[in-house]
């Protein structure tokens, strides 16, 4: 029995030679070490042996069950080494490289230009106020002072809803309405930016959804003068004093008297391109004295109160400022345009 331990042991230490993972070792530990292992196996013919030799074989097995062991602990941590270097080796990662900068989103054009302008008109005491983009037909158009079927409604081309009444605001001048039925009797200095719609053919001018930002001022004794300097000091913030501006006379149903303000055109430097029509000049806003009939719908008695109001264009300013050649720009959200701006 002696000796069919040694020759077991011999074998299993020339077979743990050969274990070349951890998967193998444990195949090997349960063959020579398990519970129905080569020497568990052998054991179990110790109680049929003579008593007197016993002590004798048991003794041997010991020492080979301790020796088997140690071989076993030994090769594990031989084993587990070697497999972890692998490791490191294999997902090694060189500290010293510098970091992927995650890519960070950033405002759109279109709200940055739209925030410039508010904080323009916050220093001059306007407070922001937003209305819905969703509108009826009477705040939109009627309390405008357009009744239904005015000629003048050619001036908007309007996306009708298939609910009679509702359209999508084609311009922030229904908020005068709201805001004024709001604040009546107090004065009101207010710029309403928001998003508009136009039921238009797209080019480089025009799009079908723009921000505008209306204005408006109502009071006692407010002159077209006011009007005048509040426009004058915004394009001169705006355009840092670069651009020359004028007015021209216009009409609006809902001013009374009416004009625009151009902004000499950067893209061609005044020589005429398609952004201005060939004409030098682009126009940012409308603006007048708010009509009586429009104050009067606000609540707000002509005899007593006056107003002034303006409407501009935001995506148009900023084609002015940052020399922006096509709108259509604005919403193809291609990324080459939108990172050159912030
Ligand atoms: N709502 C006009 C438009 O979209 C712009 C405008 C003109 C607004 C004159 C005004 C104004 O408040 O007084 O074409």
């Known amino acids: 029995m002696q000796d069919q331990l040694k020759s077991m042991e011999a074998e299993a230490l020339a077979r743990l030679d050969a274990v070349q993972d951890l998967a193998a070792l444990e195949d090997w530990r349960t063959e020579y070490l398990g519970r129905r292992g080569r020497l568990a196996q052998i054991m179990r013919g110790l109680g049929a042996l003579p008593a007197e030799e016993r002590p004798a074989v048991g003794q041997v097995a010991n020492q080979v069950k301790a020796r088997l062991e140690a071989a076993y602990e030994e090769r594990r941590v031989a084993l ?127 799009e079908y959804q723009l921000h505008q930002v209306e204005g408006l001022a109502v009071g006692r004794n407010i002159h077209m003068s006011d009007l005048k300097g509040v ?59 708010v009509h009586p009939v429009v104050l009067q719908n606000g609540g707000y008695d002509p005899a007593a109160y006056s107003g002034f109001a303006f409407g501009m264009g935001n995506e148009r300013i900023a084609m002015l400022k940052y020399a922006i050649d096509d709108i259509r720009y604005f919403f193809a959200n291609d990324p080459r345009f939108l990172a050159q701006f912030g």
Request: net charge neutral.
């Open 231 to 289: 426009l004058v000091a915004f394009a001169q913030q705006m355009f840092q004093g670069t651009r020359r501006w004028r007015f021209r006379g216009s009409y609006f149903p809902f001013t009374e008297p009416s004009f625009e303000m151009d902004i000499e055109c950067v893209l061609c430097g005044g020589g005429g391109c398609r952004v201005c029509k060939y004409s030098g000049w682009v126009e940012i806003l409308g603006a007048g004295m």
């Open 80 to 206: 587990e080494e070697e497999a972890k270097a692998r490791a490191f080796r294999a997902e090694a990662v060189d500290v010293t490289l510098p970091g992927r900068p995650p890519a960070l989103g950033r405002l759109h054009i279109a709200t940055q230009n739209l925030r410039e302008i508010s904080s323009i008109f916050a220093q001059m005491g306007f407070e922001v106020y937003e209305t819905p983009e969703v509108e009826t037909d009477e705040m939109n158009f009627q309390l405008l002072n357009i009744p239904p079927h005015h000629p003048a409604r050619d001036m908007w081309s309007t996306f009708y809803t298939d609910r009679e009444g509702v359209v999508l605001r084609t311009h922030t001048s229904p908020g005068q309405i709201r805001l004024m039925r709001e604040r009546y009797p107090a004065e009101i200095r207010a710029i309403l930016p928001g998003k508009i719609y136009r039921y238009e053919q797209v080019s480089a001018r025009y």
